[in-house]
């Protein structure tokens, strides 16, 4: 007798159920990679620089630094409402956020080219020329001048006024880590 009695038979999962499940996976993990918009928008983090501008500078500096991925979200988030009336901006630019999606947010290994390691900063550097340049092939010029204008005060806006006290630095757990063991 069988020990498989009355158990129903399962196959494995279709090649295209694995792909997506795969999909899925590696959104939950890129996008997992942001910072935590409650940590980025905490209103007991804001300040006014005490130490004027060498202050701010510095807070814009570790800001973009640490919040790098949700930055990117904010500006690209702008562009897709200012390109709304604009169909065929709006069409590009999906395709543009594909190229994002897999450049940039959902990747889990580097990008390296010619054998080098490409860091990830020159990386949204090059994607967003590309996403600009593109969109401006698109005759929708007005649009995304203001919409890349209004994104970089939003980003430096929040950078200057958002203390970096409370951050929590990738390179300070190796520290910590490093003189724990």
Do not use: C
Not at 68 to 95: A, D, E, G, K, Q
Request: hydrophobic share 55%.
């Amino acid at each position: 007798m069988t020990t498989t009695y009355g158990t129903i038979p399962t196959s494995p999962t279709p090649p295209k159920l694995e792909y997506i499940t795969r999909g899925k996976q590696r959104i939950k993990a890129g996008l997992g990679t942001r910072r935590p918009w409650k940590t980025m928008f905490d209103i007991r983090s804001l300040g006014i620089p005490a130490r004027g501008l060498p202050e701010a500078i510095s807070r814009i500096r570790d800001n973009i630094s640490y919040f790098r991925m949700n930055y990117t979200m904010v500006m690209l988030l702008i562009l897709f409402l200012s390109l709304l009336w604009h169909p065929y901006s709006l069409i590009v630019f999906v395709l543009l956020m594909a190229a994002w999606l897999f450049f940039y947010f959902l990747r889990d290994q580097p990008v390296i080219i010619w054998g080098r390691l490409v860091d990830d900063r020159l990386v949204v550097v090059v994607m967003a020329f590309v996403t600009v340049a593109l969109l401006l092939l698109t005759h929708a010029t007005v649009n995304i001048v203001a919409a890349v204008s209004v994104a970089v005060v939003v980003v430096v806006v929040h950078a200057v006024f958002r203390r970096t006290e409370d951050l929590f630095f990738e390179e300070e757990e190796q520290v910590i880590v490093s003189v724990a063991s």
